[in-house]
């Protein structure tokens, strides 16, 4: 069973910014697409930017777009989301999860709660 895990979450003031980072039980280039979702309170989950294993951006979600990006580093086995310039609506649990098909593997999230 491949385990992902999610990290860097935290309280930060609106302007503020943000690290999360994602880690697999197995090297991640494994997965041929990784991606960052979030879910806030009362509404459904959403994606937030993929990233396959070419390193590409392949999806970032228009709300998004400017302040936040995707990278992976795979000499750490490790998937970020650098969020930038974060607003109070950034206010959510942030997902990870990782496609090796037909699997799909989810992290628990972490939870990022921007407020003054």
């Known amino acids: 069973q491949v385990q992902v895990l999610e990290s860097g979450g935290g309280l930060v003031q609106p302007g503020g910014s943000l690290r999360l980072s994602c880690t697999a039980s197995?090297?991640?280039?494994?997965?041929?697409?990784m991606g960052w979702y979030r879910q806030a309170p009362g509404k459904q989950r959403e994606l937030v930017a993929t990233s396959t294993n070419t390193g590409d951006t392949n999806y970032i979600g228009d709300s998004v777009k400017e302040r936040f990006t995707i990278s992976r580093d795979s000499a750490k086995n490790t998937l970020y989301l650098q969020m930038n310039n974060l607003k109070t609506e950034d206010t959510a649990v942030y997902f990870c999860n990782a496609v090796k098909m037909p699997l799909v593997y989810w992290g628990q999230g972490t939870q990022v709660t921007v407020s003054s």
């Open positions: 197995e090297n991640i280039s494994n997965f041929y697409l």
